[in-house]
């Protein structure tokens, strides 16, 4: 079983920046894609970054693209999102997921993903 705990959540202010963790534990990710989404009130979710297993590649959603970066920390068994230059659009629940299968493709598709974290709030002032 994999559980992954998401932190660095908070209030700022537009403009501001912020940075997510997610500590995974029950097995090392370094083999499995991971995968950032957010969850607005009243809303579907929707995918905001993603990285391979490898950590050469990352994608975007293009909300995001040139404000946030999504990297990985093997050694720490954990995968970071920095958030630059927040909105009060990005305002939402931040989840952390990653793939069941190792050595897999990355996918900005929440169903390709199986295991998430609980959230960690953002929200951005105006």
């Known amino acids: 079983q994999v559980q992954l705990v998401e932190s660095g959540g908070g209030l700022v202010q537009a403009g501001g920046s912020l940075r997510l963790s997610c500590a995974a534990s029950g097995r090392t990710f370094s083999s499995y894609p991971m995968g950032w989404f957010r969850q607005a009130p009243g809303k579907e979710r929707e995918f905001v970054a993603a990285i391979s297993w490898s950590g050469g590649h990352t994608y975007y959603a293009d909300s995001v693209k040139g404000r946030f970066s999504i990297s990985r920390d093997n050694a720490k068994n954990t995968v970071y999102l920095q958030m630059n230059s927040l909105k009060p659009e990005d305002t939402a629940v931040y989840y952390c997921?990653?793939?069941?299968?190792?050595?897999?493709?990355?996918?900005?598709?929440?169903?390709?993903?199986?295991?998430w974290g609980q959230g960690t709030q953002v929200t951005v002032s105006s």
């Open positions: 997921a990653t793939k069941s299968s190792p050595y897999s493709g990355s996918s900005y598709r929440t169903s390709d993903y199986t295991y």
